[in-house]
């Protein structure tokens, strides 16, 4: 069974930029329609989708977090990463790395339409 690990750091001062990486095992990133998603939450929140690569290497974003986000992978290491930009302390929250379903989207995003999740990893903005 496919496998997700969230690394980073956990403290990032305000207007620096927060980068995660989430290391696959036991599957490819490349394969199979799925789409590698970034999902968290904020203390008190919902769920909030924040941006998938596909198999394919195509790219989505949140509309409302689209100026400050990018999303990328490392084939080799099978590996996929995000960066936010410009961090506030309202960007502090779990974030996850997940397997969707493809087609999961923000629009249509459901905790259900991901089979396969990290663990989540804490992230706060503070300075």
């Known amino acids: 069974q496919v496998q997700l690990q969230e690394s980073g750091p956990g403290l990032v001062k305000p207007s620096q930029t927060l980068s995660l990486t989430c290391t696959v095992s036991?599957?490819?990133?490349?394969?199979?329609?799925?789409?590698w998603t970034w999902i968290r939450q904020a203390p008190g929140k919902e769920m909030e989708w924040v941006a998938a690569i596909t198999f394919s290497g195509s790219i989505y974003y949140s509309p409302s977090l689209k100026s400050r986000t990018s999303i990328s992978r490392d084939t080799s290491k099978n590996q996929f990463t995000l960066q936010l930009s410009s961090v506030t302390p309202e960007d502090t929250a779990v974030y996850y790395c997940?397997?969707?379903?493809?087609?999961?989207?923000?629009?249509?995003?459901?905790?259900?339409?991901?089979?396969?999740w990290g663990q989540g990893t804490q992230v706060t903005v503070s300075s």
């Open positions: 036991r599957g490819s990133i490349t394969t199979d329609f799925y789409y």
């Open positions: 997940a397997r969707c379903d493809g087609g999961t989207n923000y629009y249509t995003f459901r905790t259900s339409d991901c089979g396969s």
